[in-house]
Every structure is written in C-alpha cells, then in structure tokens.
C-alpha cells in the first residue's frame, strides 16, 4: 500500500514536519507516541538522525515513500512506513508514518475491503449503527436481492414483514456482538418489479479501535434456486404423504388443496366430475361446452374464500372451445397470467367466478387417470408476486397425477361401497314392524371413515299365536363377502324361525350351515367366515323371553320400573366354530319393557372399554324409555352414540317394546285322553267363540278342534291342552305329551281315515306345530269372521 494513511485508523498514523533541508520543525504527540521520543530531542534537527541506518540515505535526502527503521528510545528501533507530501508551502512537506505492522494489517483490510465490492457472487452491504447503508457491492446485476442505494434502510426496499425480521436479527447483533451465520431469510421486494428471494446471511458488528460498535458488516448469497428445489421437494413429500389417505372423493379432495395453499399458491380449487362424485366414471369429451364439473373442495391463504369464485359444492359454468381446454383435456398442465384467461374466457360474469381479486397468475392441470379426465385442480397467487414458471408446471402435473390416483382410488371404492351397501340394505327388513303385542324397529349404519360395508343384520321374524323372534347377528369381515354371507345367513334364520325351533336349536342349525359354507369357501378366505348371532322368542301369552346367543353381547332389557341391564346368559361360541353347545336363558317380560338387540359395533360409539360402553348405552335406553319417547327415535338416538366418534365397524341395532294382550283374550283348557274329551272341547271352544262374538268362526274351530284333540286323544295320550287366542286372527293350538310330527297325507278314495289334517290346511289360513320340553303343539290360524 503506497498511501500510508489508507487503511488505517487515524490514530494510528504519525506526522512530522521538515523544512527544506531535512530539518524537523513539527513533532506532535501522535509522533511522540509512534517513536516514543519526545519533541526536544528531535525538533530543530535532521531527519536523518531519527533513522536507526543513516547510510542507507546515501544522497543525504529521504525518496517520498519507503520503508525505513527508527530509532526509538535507548536502544530501541521501530520499522515504520512513511509518505513525504508537499505542501502549498514550498519550503515546508509532511511526512506521514505508520508501525510497519500496522501498515501490513491495514493493507489486508484494505484488499478484503476491495474484495468484498468488487466481487460479484457474494453481496456485501456495510451499515452503521442505524443500518442505514454505507457501502454495498448490490450495485452489480449477478447479485441477487432488492437494490440497497447509500443511505437506505431496510423498509425503503423490502416487504414490511421481511423488513421487520432482517432489522430484528441484525440489531441482535449491534447489541451482543454475537455473529449471525447462515440464516436463511426471505426477502420480497416493496417496489416492481416484484420479486422474491431467498439469502444466506451472515453478520458480524464492526468496532472501533477502542471497540465501540461502529455498525453492522453484511454477508449474504443467493440461495433462490436452492430453496426453490427445496420447496418443490417438501411440497412433493407432502402430497405423496398427505393426499390419498382415505377411500372419501371428497376428503382426497381437499387434502389437494391442503397441500397446495399456502406452500404453493394463495388460493386453489378441485372440480370433479358429477359422475366421479357419485363413484362413477365420467364421460370422455374434448373441447368446450358442459363439462359437468362441480367445486369439491377450496382453500385460501387467508382463511377467507374470495366472495366472487364459486362456491364449494356450485356446478362449473360451461366452457369455451379454446387451446387452453383442449390442453387440460389432453393432460397437460398450463401456465396463464389475468389478461390470458380473459380473452380466452371471453366472459366477465365467468372471469369473476374463476379469478380472484389481486390474482395476477394461474396455473391449472387435470386429475387424468386411466385415460379419464377425472377433474381438474387449479390454483391462483395474488399476495405473492412471483408469477408460476414452467417449473411449477411440471411439478403441478406431478401432484395432479398422484392426486387423480387417490381421487380414482376413492371413486372405484365409493362404487363398490355404494353396491354393497345397497345389497345389504335390500337384504335387511323393513325397519318398522308393529303387532298387538310388540313394537320393533331397527336401524343400520355402515361403517364411516373409508372402512368396507360389513355383514350386520337385524330381523323381527312374526310367528304363529303373536309370537316374535328376535335376530341380530354379525358376520365376520367386510366387503361384499360379508353382506353376502348375510343374506345366507338371515334367510336361514328366517326358514328356521318358520319350524318353530328353540332359540338353541336354531343356532345349532345356523352353526352346521356356518360350518358347510367355511368349508365351500376358498381356502385363502376359509378363516373368515363366520358370524356372532343373538336370537330371541318372545310369547306374549306366557310373558316370557327365550334367547340364546353365539358369542354375541346380550341385549338391554329396560323394566317399565326405569331399571336397565344386560341380560344375564350364558355366551355360547361364535358360529363357525362346531361341536359346541348352545343354552336358552328365559326372562319374564312385562308389558311396556323394552328390549335393544345390538352388535358390537354399536358399542365404539361409546368408548373403547366393553363393559363401561355398555353401561354407558344402558342409561342412554334409560333415559330415553323413561321419556316415553317413539320407538324410532329411540333407535335413532342409541345409534347417534355419546360423541363423534367414527365408526371403524358397522353397527345395527333393533329396539322392541312389549304390549300387552286385551284382557280375556287367551281361553286355556286341559281334558283327559278320553274319547268323550273331544265332544267337551268342542262345547269349550263354541262357547268362548260365542262370548267374544266370534260365532262365524264356530263351526270350522269346531271342526278344527275335534279334529287336532281326537288325534290327541288317539295317538299321543293326556293331558290334552286347548288354547284359543284371539287377536287379529284367531288361533287355535292343541297341546299333547308326543313327540311325534304330524304329517298330512293325500288319502286314497278307499281309506276311512287320514283326511283330518287335510281338512285343518283346507279350512284354515296356516296351521304347523312346535315342540316344547315335554310334547308338541299343534297350531292353527283363521282369519276372523265377525
């Protein structure tokens, strides 16, 4: 460094003043310090005798710059750097000299100083401790960020938000000296053109030679691109991890626009297909028109959807036939600015609906998947002022196509959801059954949250002499597998129910049926099949429940008293299982009880524990029997559960409320097995038809009558019992000690007997028989004939 005094600090530089013939004249106290000899020893003296080597002066006369030693106290020399000025006065120079270390040390600082401004891949800025600009290399256009001109703060150049940060981070550093290193910082432009970047930067505070902060020294690179590539990459990691999680059009849906606003883009949209929402597959066409579009799902930076955009849930107007359609159609992405979309719309009414306020950019690309144009999701940017670029394009048609993926994925699904659930609905019964003596009603709820239809039924089977089989049951595994081992199942129940079979016998049945079908089944589902059931007798005139259950929960019997409980049984295995026996529990049943059959799944709508969920559905059957409520409603509310709890299962329940019988409906008689029992039982019936009012019936219950009690009396022994039951038809039972089933055969024109059983079918609407622990019943319905 030639000039001595660049570079280093003021304090630091000597000056000296000689005459014309090298003789000192001026020695101030910053050269005292420097050669520590004070200003008596040099004044009025040459120059030359400060130099620790007069002979290397041989011409008696210093040159203008150099580097020379001097001599510093007793026995001391300093090596020093020296100038020689001239003055306006001819007969006086000045003579300007630094420690040759310290020289050294400011030539460095000088050539980083350089450096650092002439350079253009790293910016440097120098603020002082306002952070108002002192010198910066920005100047350069390789550089990246907003222009920074001397004198300028960070909020004449910079967004407010990015402005605030940078002042906060840079203060920290005037304040505790402690450096800043990397930080990433975003900085958006306040002036157009509008840009955004991303720096690296780094800070350290400039001192004084006392150390006092003198401001703030600036590092920073250019990290854009970089943190362009990264954004992109999360924002692929996000939509790969976040979209397609579930079997819902419409939750896939929105999970596409999660992911794109605010990472990506201030506001953005999916429009699907009305046949895409329904499950279906949408229609192929090309060019404008109706493209049968509805808005699935919206999303803003701001939380706020724009007032002039459609509305989720709104059809898509129709469009024009422009290259912009066409290249959706084709599937590929596009990238357009306002005044693009509005003359390729060529409508301000479809502008206002497809441009938000302040949106300056669009890009939009199709959901294509299998060849099918499944929808479209665009996305706008009004607050950011960087426009979509090509790159965005191309990573916008990456996310589409995994996203058309998920959204085909949860249409195929919805289809097939659709189908099953409306195969088991048409497979179960009429929700709402009512007789004299019992109310039912049932209700059905498919599991939530993208799980498969599953196999729960219920079933309210009318029976002869106004009794009532109860069903619920459960088959094992989802999907249409399950609904159609349902359908299977119920039907068997149901020819079983008809023959009258203890609540025991009938899952013994049901169980060797469970068995045949795991076995027909193939090998790889075999494990599957299979099903819980609970079944229950209800007979009105005994007032008395029979129920048995495979490994089903017991229902809730609620007393007209207010008490509920679980029915106390014994569980008996699933069905499936083989070989193991099934035992009916009886409970008395008072009219206005009311009894809930339900599957598990029920259950999970109020809690994960078994035992507390069950007491916690009991007092909700409390509350409501005790509000007299109607029997659907009471359904419905066990069925809402406590909470919002989704279902992982489908559940079923059926809700059934006892009445009780008119008074002096039911005539009971026993008679002996003698042969003059039968004339005894006819004046018995034709009696008690009378007293009701019943007399057109009397003289087929007399036949029927004479004719079930003289087989009695013939074949099976006594006691013979007779029971009439009046209700919305008549019945007639007949009650013996065999055990032996009763069989009507055609007679030949020669027999004398086996026409009575003929007869009975012939004269009545139905007739059958049931057994009991000790003998059979044979039955009899008529219709009534007041």
């Given amino acids: 460094m030639d000039d001595v005094a660049e570079g280093a600090p003021p304090s630091q530089v000597a000056a000296a003043l000689i005459d014309r013939r090298g003789v000192v004249v001026g020695w101030p106290r910053a050269a005292e310090d420097l050669v520590q000899r004070p200003a008596a020893e040099v004044l009025h003296r040459s120059v030359l005798r400060l130099l620790a080597d007069p002979d290397v002066v041989p011409t008696g006369r210093l040159p203008d710059s150099g580097t020379t030693t001097l001599r510093s106290g007793p026995g001391k020399i300093i090596p020093v750097r020296y100038r020689v000025d001239g003055l306006r006065n001819p007969v006086l120079s000045l003579v300007l000299a630094v420690a040759a270390d310290q020289a050294s040390e400011a030539e ?28 910066s290399n920005l100047s350069r256009s390789a550089l990246a960020g907003p222009p920074l001109p001397v004198g300028s703060r960070f909020s004449d150049t910079m967004h407010p938000a990015d402005a605030a940060g940078v002042e906060a981070e840079l203060r920290a550093v005037l304040q505790t000296g402690v450096p800043l290193a990397a930080h990433e910082q975003r900085v958006r432009s306040a002036l157009p053109p509008y840009v955004e970047w991303s720096l690296s930067v780094s800070a350290v505070r400039t001192e004084d030679a006392c150390g006092r902060p003198t401001g703030v020294a600036v590092l920073f690179t250019d990290a854009t691109e970089h943190w362009q590539a990264e954004r992109r990459r999360e924002l692929r990691h996000h939509a790969s991890a976040d979209i397609g999680g579930t079997l819902d059009i419409s939750r896939t849906a929105e999970e596409i626009v999660d992911t794109l606003v605010p990472d990506f883009a201030d506001v953005a949209w999916v429009d699907l297909g009305n046949a895409v929402l329904r499950g279906d597959e949408p229609p192929k066409t090309f060019g404008g028109g109706d493209l049968h579009l509805r808005r699935a799902a919206v999303r803003s930076a701001n939380g ?30 596009i990238v357009i600015d306002r005044e693009t979309l509005r003359q390729g719309l060529a409508d301000p009414d479809h502008l206002r609906l497809a441009a938000p306020e302040g949106g300056h950019s669009m890009i939009a690309a199709p959901l294509f998947a299998r060849g099918l144009v499944l929808g479209l999701v665009a996305a706008w940017r009004t607050d950011r002022p960087d426009p979509f670029e090509e790159e965005d394009a191309a990573l916008l048609s990456e996310i589409a196509a995994h996203s058309a993926l998920g959204v085909d994925n949860a249409r195929r699904y919805t289809r097939e959801h659709r189908a099953a659930v409306a195969l088991q609905r048409r497979l179960l019964p009429q929700a709402f059954t009512s007789t004299r003596v ?5 209700a059905y709820r498919p599991a939530s949250g993208g799980a498969e239809i599953g196999g729960d039924w219920f079933d309210a089977i009318e029976l002869p002499s106004l009794r009532t089989a109860l069903v619920v049951g459960d088959v094992t595994g989802h999907g249409l597998h399950a609904t159609a081992t349902m359908g299977r199942l119920r039907t068997a129940v149901q020819t079983l129910a008809d023959l009258e079979l203890t609540p025991d016998e009938l899952l013994t049945h049901l169980d060797d049926l469970v068995c045949r079908l795991a076995g027909e089944a193939d090998p790889a589902q075999g494990d599957v099949v299979g099903a819980t059931c609970l079944v229950a007798v209800h007979d009105p005139v005994a007032g008395r429940c029979t129920m048995a259950t495979a490994g089903h929960p017991p229902p809730l019997l609620a007393l007209p008293d207010g008490r509920v409980a679980p029915v106390t049984m014994r569980p008996g295995p699933p069905l499936g299982v083989g070989g193991l026996p099934f035992e009916a529990t009886t409970v008395d049943v008072p009219p206005d009880s009311c009894l809930a059959l339900y599957t598990d799944g029920l259950l999970q709508y109020y809690g994960v524990d078994i035992d507390g969920s069950t007491r916690e559905l009991a007092d909700r059957l409390a509350r409501l029997q005790s509000s007299g409520g109607e029997l659907t409603a009471i359904a419905q509310a066990l069925m809402a559960g406590s909470g919002a709890r989704p279902l992982r299962d489908d559940a079923a329940v059926l809700v059934a409320r006892i009445s009780a019988l008119e008074a002096g409906s039911v005539a009971d008689w026993e008679f002996s097995a003698d042969p003059r029992a039968v004339a005894s039982a006819r004046d018995a019936a034709t009696g008690q038809l009378t007293e009701w009012g019943l007399e057109g019936n009397a003289f087929v219950t007399e036949l029927i009558v004479s004719e079930l009690v003289t087989n009695a009396v013939r074949y099976a022994g006594g006691p013979v019992g007779l029971r009439l039951i009046r209700d919305e038809a008549l ?29 009975v079918a012939q004269l009545s609407r139905r007739w059958g028989s049931r057994y009991g622990q000790r003998g059979k019943t044979i039955w009899v319905e008529q219709e009534l004939s007041r």
């Fill in 438 to 442: 019992m109310e039912t009603t049932g």
């Fill in 108 to 135: 460095w600082d000088a050539a980083l100083s350089r450096a650092l401004l002439e350079q253009s891949r790293i910016g440097f800025v120098l603020r002082d401790t306002d952070l108002a600009v002192v010198r």
């Fill in 731 to 759: 019945f007639c039972e007949v009650t013996d000690p065999s055990n032996t089933q009763p069989r009507m055969r055609r007679a030949r024109t020669s027999d004398e007997g086996g026409r009575g059983l003929f007869l």
């Fill in 304 to 333: 706020r959807w724009p007032p002039g955009l459609l509305r989720p849930g709104a059809t898509v107007p129709p469009f024009p036939n422009v290259p912009m359609v066409r290249e959706l159609q084709e599937g590929r992405a």
